[in-house]
């Protein structure tokens, strides 16, 4: 199946079982969890049910494109539902039955994986879900989100996309998944991968960078003592992406990153609060 | 009839089966018999998705309680005015029943209050729906989750439970899950229920379903060995049958399913144990090997309960296997380009524990000490210079990238790059020793150069952590210090070196950083625990150990001695010379600190005179059996003092030249052994 099509099949499915499907977020993150439909998603009482493709950045794991497993950016597909519901697991096997990967006929573990994330603050319990031997899948039951304990849990599945790609088509590598029927993965990002693995390894500006994480640091507490979570979370993101270019850049020592960590997820906490704050607000007033 | 109930989950991690089971058994038995529920049999039984307990010939009623308790004096029943007392009253209630039930009865010692209870039997099933719900949140875990409103805690979420006596269902929510008498297939298909008519019926149930399940875990062992076996017969070879990846894997399927595959020879290059622990911890497969246990190019998955579309799944699986291979040529190629000088050089970027500097100069230390050792224990100049040699390299591994990703690797690795570039195999030997013995009572390092080198490594660990007051309290050792200690005392008495206690610690401490919680006076009393532990293992009693305990004597000569005095001590004069010593011992606490030295002039009585004369003859012992023996052969001459010989007279001068004596026999008594601590023989 092609990997535009694994992808459609995937929201088509979703769509099918009551998901909003929504388009990415459009800011640079490590991981679909930063989502704000994750994010903040999963901090209220509100049920919620959606889906999306999301783009995440990882410069440190960028190789150039000449590491046929590695990618600097690459694709997760994310569903998140709250509450979690009873039959999740049968629904997530349908899933893979929708892209063309019966369960029946495959070796589909769920391997002990729990899943934390300490700039968000953010920890969960789950499985990393293996097909004939290969890691496709996260799934999570979020327990604690910017230091929140959560009340309703919120369930987390994050399809590797390329991963499934390269069993469904039986590629060796990354870069040969085809997107459609003409044209290869590697054609689409090739270039991308090639000239950003240079500018987060040797070009990205190290001092501008750190300005960047204080000024964006700064401004996020600003916009939260005004109410304005939504601009803050997006400084908090930013902080957390060019945190991550320093360090691929080796800008980064041990106790900076300690630090850091420690900082974006005091971010994360107060963007959180701000968001709670004002929905219990409402709610009230209801 | 019997009993069922099965906890229904999402996939437990498969490391929470077996403590889940042992939990469920145990609290079941103090659960029924609180419940004053009688039964013939019980046994817990599971998948990771199904916990179970089974109750056989549980009687349908708990037993009725019949039974009088005594309670205060008849006078305390009531008072002048008839009526019942506080005291009465709140005996009653204590054990639930009115004071008008309350009964008085005649003892030998006059009348008192008796309680008369009797509590009827109350019905099983009645029970069990409080008893099932109990026993579910009984059960601990490593690690507990929330997934429904109720905030129910539990390993994974709870998502069916059956609850059955006889064909009963006993019937109670947890979790917002309802019991009921349904059992599902499978997880990877379609979840229709399996409708269990009676507890007996429950595992054939299970496994008669057209994709079987194997509820037992001795069935499921069984059928994955075969499984194995059918493989590797087609293959004219054997499986290495690792333990823990077995039982993993028992825990982790409901019906194992084995499938062999044939892997690239090219990887058949990578060293056998980098090989082997790819396979089996990273993605769970059996290695194949011929009956020399030599690896062949073969590996064994094993599938959950399905075994169509063999071919394809076999492909995918052989795929990841490459993949990870891959991955670990690649770092084992890098590792042999860098070579183990270049390795050695990056330890100085790589933290020992704060204040005992980088792996560099734990190198360092461990080098020195490795000399000073050799020279105490005299060897010879080729040894010296190889376990030298080894010390200097014995950490060079831990910067390879093959131990960065497999840690378990550590000192293997270094041995095959040692092999790779040549080396001699006494070194290579010792680097793969390093780490020996890795448990309590695992195998100790072979040779003597690798003995040396391992020891000095643990020496240095220790010293290095007591240094920085890093000592393991009660449970608390995260640095598993009690292990590295015992490794050493077991190296040093397997070798017979001549080491003491004290001596080790010393030599140890000499090369080590200041430091401002230093705790290195601790370390000798807990390598000497440890000799104790090895001492009472064998079956030395404890006021021997304790009359042996030595920090200056070798190792193996306190082991030695330990054993002699404990022969020795069969004899009754010996026995009786210990009891003296203990007199002596005694009378000398009250003594003045400084007694004036012994003037032989002043010994008038023949009991003095004579003790005196017996200590001076002595013959010289020349080992710890002779001096006990010619310790007893003061048995009599003590005992003749003892009873004629008053040493607190009223003439001071008299009394100070006794005691004087006696501090002189005292000093004869304990030179080999701490007497005084031995206990009165039967």
């Given amino acids: ?72 950016k690459y694709y997760q597909f994310q569903v998140i539902l709250k509450p979690s519901p009873a039959n999740i697991q049968q629904l997530y096997l349908n899933s893979l039955k929708a892209i063309g990967l019966d369960p029946e006929i495959h070796d589909v573990r769920w391997i002990e994986d729990d899943w934390q994330s300490p700039t968000l603050g953010a920890s969960g319990v789950g499985w990393e879900i293996w097909l004939d031997g290969m890691e496709i899948t996260q799934f999570t039951y979020f327990q604690i989100m910017a230091g929140y304990n959560l009340k309703p849990i919120t369930v987390e599945i994050t399809y590797g996309l390329e991963r499934l790609a390269m069993y469904s088509q039986k590629k060796d590598t990354i870069f040969d998944i085809m997107w459609n029927d003409t044209t290869t993965y590697g054609e689409m990002v090739m270039e991308s991968e090639r000239q950003f693995s240079h500018y987060n390894f040797e070009e990205a500006n190290i001092a501008n960078l750190r300005r960047y994480v204080e000024e964006n640091e700064e401004e996020c507490r600003a916009l939260c003592k005004k109410g304005l979570y939504l601009p803050a979370y997006d400084c908090a993101m930013r902080v957390s992406h060019y945190f991550n270019t320093l360090e691929a850049r080796g800008a980064i020592s041990v106790s900076d990153r300690t630090n850091i960590i420690a900082k974006i997820r005091h971010l994360a906490k107060l963007c959180a609060g701000e968001y709670i704050k004002q929905a219990e607000e409402k709610e009230a007033v209801k | 009839m019997n009993a069922l109930l099965q906890i229904g989950t999402e996939h437990l991690p498969a490391r929470f089966l077996r403590p889940a089971l042992q939990q469920l058994e145990e609290n079941a038995v103090n659960i029924l018999a609180e419940n004053r529920l009688k039964y013939s049999a019980l046994e817990t039984y599971g998948t990771y998705k199904k916990l179970v307990l089974e109750i056989k010939d549980l009687a349908p009623v708990s037993e009725d309680i019949s039974k009088e308790v005594k309670g205060p004096p008849a006078k305390l029943l009531k008072d002048a005015n008839g009526n019942f007392t506080p005291q009465a009253a709140g005996f009653a209630a204590k054990n639930g029943i009115k004071p008008e039930q309350l009964i008085v009865k005649e003892t030998e010692k006059g009348p008192f209050i008796y309680a008369d209870i ?17 026993l579910i ?71 008669n379903q057209i994709r079987p399940i194997l509820v037992d875990l001795d069935e499921r062992r069984k059928a994955l060995l075969r499984s194995i076996e059918g493989c590797t017969k087609a293959l004219g070879f054997q499986a290495d049958l690792d333990e823990d990846l077995i039982n993993e894997t028992v825990n982790f399927t409901e019906h194992p399913i084995a499938l062999a595959g044939d892997m690239a020879l090219s990887f058949m290059q990578l060293p056998k144990k980098l090989l082997t622990t790819v396979l089996k911890t990273q993605i769970k497969m059996f290695p194949v090997v011929n009956n020399k246990g030599e690896l062949q190019p073969h590996f064994i998955a094993v599938r959950d309960g399905v075994s169509v579309n063999q071919e394809e799944v076999k492909t995918g699986f052989k795929n990841v296997m490459t993949a990870r291979l891959t991955d670990a040529v690649f770092f084992f190629e890098n590792d042999l380009k860098l070579g183990l000088d270049k390795m050695r050089e990056k330890l100085k970027n790589i933290n020992f524990i704060d204040g005992m500097g980088t792996m560099e100069d734990k190198t360092k230390r461990i080098s020195a000490l490795t000399s000073a050792l050799a020279k105490e224990l005299h060897f010879n100049q080729t040894d010296t210079e190889n376990a030298k040699q080894a010390a200097a390299y014995a950490y060079a591994d831990l910067a390879s990238s093959v131990v960065y990703e497999f840690t378990d690797l550590q000192g293997y690795m270094g041995a095959v790059y040692a092999q790779k570039e040549g080396r001699a195999p006494d070194i290579c030997t010792a680097l793969e020793e390093f780490y020996l013995p890795l448990s309590a009572n695992s195998e100790l390092p072979k040779t003597a150069v690798g003995s040396l080198v391992s020891l000095a490594g643990k020496l240095d660990t ?94 193996n000569t306190v082991l030695l001695n330990a054993n002699i005095l404990k022969e020795e001590l069969k004899s009754p ?30 010994l008038k009585e023949e009991g003095e005179i004579a003790l005196n004369k017996a200590v001076d003859n002595l013959p010289k012992a020349e080992d710890f059996s002779k001096e006990l023996k010619n310790l007893a052969s003061l048995k009599q001459t003590l005992e003749d003092f003892f009873a004629k010989i008053m040493v607190n007279v009223k003439e001071a001068e008299i009394k100070n030249n006794r005691l004087a004596l006696l501090k002189k026999v005292k000093a004869v008594l304990l030179n080999s052994a701490a007497l005084e601590n031995l206990k009165k023989r039967g």
């Fill in chain 1, 1 to 72: 199946m092609n990997f535009q099509d694994i992808i459609h099949n995937l929201q088509v499915y979703w769509k099918k079982q009551g998901c909003l499907v929504v388009q990415p977020y459009d800011l640079e993150k490590g991981a679909g969890t930063f989502n704000p439909f994750t994010f903040f998603g999963s901090l209220t009482k509100k049920p919620t049910s959606v889906c999306y493709v999301e783009p995440c950045r990882r410069p440190a794991d960028g190789r150039y494109g000449e590491n046929p497993n590695r990618l600097g």
């Fill in chain 2, 118 to 134: 009797k509590i009827k039997g109350i019905k099983t099933d009645k029970l069990l729906a409080v008893i099932f719900p109990q």
């Fill in chain 2, 137 to 207: 949140k009984s059960l601990n875990f490593a690690k507990n989750m929330v997934w429904e409103d109720s905030g129910f805690r539990f390993a994974r979420p709870i998502r069916s439970i059956i609850a059955l006596y006889g064909t009963k269902v006993i019937k109670f929510e947890i979790a917002g899950v309802k019991s009921s008498n349904k059992a599902y297939g499978l997880s990877s298909f379609k979840q229709t229920p399996i409708i269990i008519k009676s507890p007996e019926a429950y595992k054939d149930a299970l496994r």
């Fill in chain 2, 462 to 555: 220790l010293a290095a952590n007591f240094k920085v007051g890093q000592v393991p309290s009660g449970s608390q050792d995260p640095f598993a210090l009690r292990r590295q200690a015992m490794g050493a005392v077991r190296i040093i008495l397997a070798n017979n070196w001549p080491l003491s206690i004290n001596n080790s610690v010393e030599l140890a401490s000499k090369n080590l950083p200041e430091s401002q919680n230093n705790c290195l006076k601790e370390l000798p009393e807990f390598l000497w625990q440890r000799l104790q532990n090895i001492l009472e293992e064998k079956q030395i009693p404890e006021d021997i150990i304790s009359a042996v305990k030595n920090f200056d004597k070798p190792l």
């Fill in chain 2, 573 to 602: 004069t010996l026995q009786a010379v210990a009891e003296a010593a203990k007199r002596v011992v005694n009378i000398l606490k009250q003594a003045p600190q400084n007694l004036p030295p012994l003037n032989t002039a002043l």
